[in-house]
């Protein structure tokens, strides 16, 4: 063969679809007899079909409609069945058990992965049972370059999955979807294409653009994706010398910033902001005393975490209720916060949250029915996210709560208590009192029930109408007046509903762009973020830097760049309170 045929033949590797059109009648004889091997394993194949040579094709059953297509370098192999005009791209894998329908293409370094390990913990995973729920994907569907699609996942008919998608749900017909994990951004029926002029830059995140099916996601916002990566690079140089900065060597304890009492949560900011940046533990102990430290903190009786006392040493907690719970706010928050701690220094806490297991199914109602739901709607949904986050702990130490069915009742409470007009619980406001309560109590609810257990959170097109009227309230959001905790609870609500709905998307990417830039200018060399301004009853530790402000400001940071599809240029991801993905399956399905 010489130099000029091999480079013909290798032509069609990349572009099988000129194939019919220009190959010699050498070629296609050479392409009969590769057929007729494949069909000797029980292969099948359309008119017009082209596999190449050149891709790795070891499959059980294969069957390939008319005028489809294997490029070369991909990677096939157990049950696939595909339709009419199909193309599976250049170094693309199909494995498992795949159904395609007609008119789908997949792009290049894409993996359609219908098949899962196990991973239980008695053996290793090499020896773990395989499970196949298999993935089908329906009529005339574009998968962009770099997408992976799990098993179990269908995609529906008419769908378009942006580039670098990581898809681990169904998608319905007619959706656009990107992102990791992959959420719906629109109906492909709707009318006009993305704006793409700089205030919106379109409402296709990062990932997905007017090429979906080249090498490399395209960035709609460009510069705002450089400015991310700067930022990065500038706060991960800066992170080692922002906690020593914190750390009273004498008293061997963080304070928020210098100057500052040492407290529980500075000690825990500290853990989170270098696992984030620095991919460690603080360097001011091991991570072992680490965790030490943080596990001596928890009250025996009650399973919570006081604050410091104020000589430094172990904190003191009020009398319990009647139902048994402990009422100490600060206490409360500690259950999220050590606990996340302890997750990323590799320990857990060292006995159940006792108020929490002790509580019965009946107790737990009585007291979400007494929770101030019409006056203070934060102050009730963080106790909803203490109580679930404790939940959370007691399961993963194993311990059951002391009656069975607590925790149903908590989603069963929710279900039947959510208003259907805003998709939230509490009072909807008033023009005078605006929506901050009502949006804020939702962002606690649901962090430590809907995110921290992966259930989809209800109304969610209802949920962004919400929180977009109260992320354009300039009491709370004009430039200058935002804190920490207001941006946030407003951006994980964003995030949290557009996995499942793609309403309003161009107006949630708009206001996560303009955020995002506000946010990238609070960064001051050497100290960190302020929390910001104090919110309504004098919340927070007010604007000067410091570790909590630094904390929230990293995750909200993620949140908006991750509505804007820029994520991925900041190199890091939350795994602590402020996590993304879900903490655990609860074992049993929402009530809907």
């Known amino acids: 063969m010489d130099a000029q045929t091999a480079l013909d033949d290798a032509y069609f590797d990349y572009c099988p679809w000129d194939f019919v059109g220009r190959a010699s009648a050498g070629q296609r004889a050479a392409q009969d007899a590769h057929q007729r091997r494949l069909a000797e394993s029980g292969a099948h194949f359309g008119p017009r079909?082209?596999?190449?040579?050149?891709?790795?094709?070891?499959?059980?059953?294969?069957?390939?409609?008319?005028?489809?297509?294997?490029?070369?370098?991909?990677?096939?192999?157990?049950?696939?069945?595909?339709?009419?005009?199909?193309?599976?791209?250049?170094?693309?894998?199909?494995?498992?058990?795949?159904?395609?329908?007609?008119?789908?293409?997949?792009?290049?370094?894409?993996?359609?992965?219908?098949?899962?390990?196990g991973f239980a913990p008695d053996r290793p995973v090499h020896r773990q049972p395989l499970t196949a729920k298999g993935i089908t994907v329906g009529d005339d569907v574009w998968i962009g370059s770099h997408v992976v699609v799990l098993d179990g996942v269908t995609i529906g008919d008419h769908c378009v999955v942006g580039a670098g998608a990581v898809v681990t749900k169904d998608l319905a017909p007619w959706t656009?979807?990107?992102?990791?994990?992959?959420?719906?951004?629109?109906?492909?029926?709707?009318?006009g294409g993305p704006r793409r002029d700089r205030a919106v830059s379109g409402d296709l995140p990062g990932g997905l653009s007017d090429d979906l099916s080249g090498d490399r996601p395209v960035d709609p916002s460009g510069d705002l994706g450089d400015a991310v990566a700067r930022f990065a690079d500038r706060v991960r140089a800066q992170a080692a010398d922002l906690l020593a900065r914190c750390w009273n060597p004498d008293?061997?304890?963080?304070?928020?910033?210098?100057?500052?009492?040492?407290?529980?949560?500075?000690h825990c900011d500290a853990v989170e902001i270098a696992d984030l940046l620095l991919g460690s533990p603080p360097e001011q102990l091991a991570a072992d005393e680490h965790a030490a430290r943080l596990r001596a903190l928890q009250d025996p009786g009650s399973g919570l975490v006081p604050e410091f006392a104020p000589d430094g040493g172990p904190g003191v907690l009020p009398a319990p209720a009647a139902d048994g719970w402990v009422d100490d706010g600060t206490a409360e928050y500690h259950v999220l916060a050590v606990g996340y701690a302890l997750d990323l220094l590799g320990s857990r806490l060292t006995q159940p949250v006792h108020v929490v297991r002790r509580m019965t199914a009946g107790q737990l109602i009585a007291r979400l029915e007494s929770l101030p739901w019409r006056t203070r709607t934060w102050s009730a949904g963080?106790?909803?996210?203490?109580?679930?986050?404790?939940?959370?702990?007691?399961?993963?130490?194993?311990?059951?709560?002391?009656?069975?069915?607590?925790?149903?009742?908590?989603?069963?409470?929710?279900?039947?208590?959510?208003?259907?007009?805003?998709?939230?619980?509490?009072?909807?406001?008033?023009?005078?009192?605006?929506?901050?309560?009502?949006?804020?109590?939702?962002?606690?609810?649901?962090?430590?029930?809907?995110?921290?257990?992966g259930f989809d959170v209800p109304y969610a097109e209802r949920v962004v109408d919400t929180v977009l009227a109260h992320g354009s309230d300039q009491r709370w959001f004009a430039a200058g007046r935002e804190n920490a905790c207001n941006v946030l609870d407003v951006a994980h609500p964003l995030w949290l509903a557009g996995r499942r709905s793609g309403h309003r998307a161009a107006e949630v990417r708009a206001w996560a762009e303009e955020q995002l830039t506000r946010a990238l200018g609070r960064w001051r060399d050497g100290a960190g973020f302020g929390f910001g301004p104090a919110g309504e009853g004098g919340g927070g530790p007010g604007r000067e830097p410091g570790l909590q402000g630094t904390e929230m400001w990293l995750a909200i940071v993620w949140l908006l760049a991750d509505l804007?599809?820029?994520?991925?240029?900041?190199?890091?991801?939350?795994?602590?309170?402020?996590?993304?993905?879900?903490?655990r399956s609860p074992g049993f399905a929402p009530p809907g």
Request: glycine residues 14%; aromatic residues 10%; proline residues 6%.
């Open 49 to 117: 079909c082209y596999v190449s040579p050149a891709a790795g094709v070891f499959t059980d059953t294969l069957r390939l409609g008319t005028d489809s297509y294997i490029a070369g370098h991909a990677y096939v192999t157990g049950e696939v069945t595909a339709g009419d005009d199909c193309t599976v791209n250049p170094y693309a894998t199909v494995r498992g058990r795949i159904t395609l329908g007609d008119g789908v293409r997949i792009g290049a370094h894409s993996s359609l992965l219908g098949f899962n390990h």
């Open 251 to 266: 008293a061997g304890r963080y304070a928020d910033r210098p100057g500052a009492p040492a407290t529980v949560r500075a």
């Open 564 to 583: 804007v599809g820029v994520a991925d240029r900041l190199g890091y991801r939350p795994r602590g309170v402020h996590r993304p993905e879900p903490a």
């Open 382 to 453: 963080a106790w909803v996210d203490c109580w679930a986050t404790g939940a959370h702990r007691n399961l993963e130490l194993g311990v059951e709560d002391g009656e069975p069915g607590a925790l149903e009742a908590l989603f069963g409470w929710l279900t039947t208590r959510v208003d259907p007009w805003t998709g939230m619980w509490g009072t909807a406001g008033s023009p005078a009192a605006g929506r901050l309560q009502l949006v804020n109590g939702y962002y606690r609810l649901t962090r430590g029930s809907y995110a921290q257990f």
């Open 176 to 191: 656009v979807a990107a992102g990791n994990p992959a959420r719906p951004l629109r109906d492909r029926r709707a009318q």
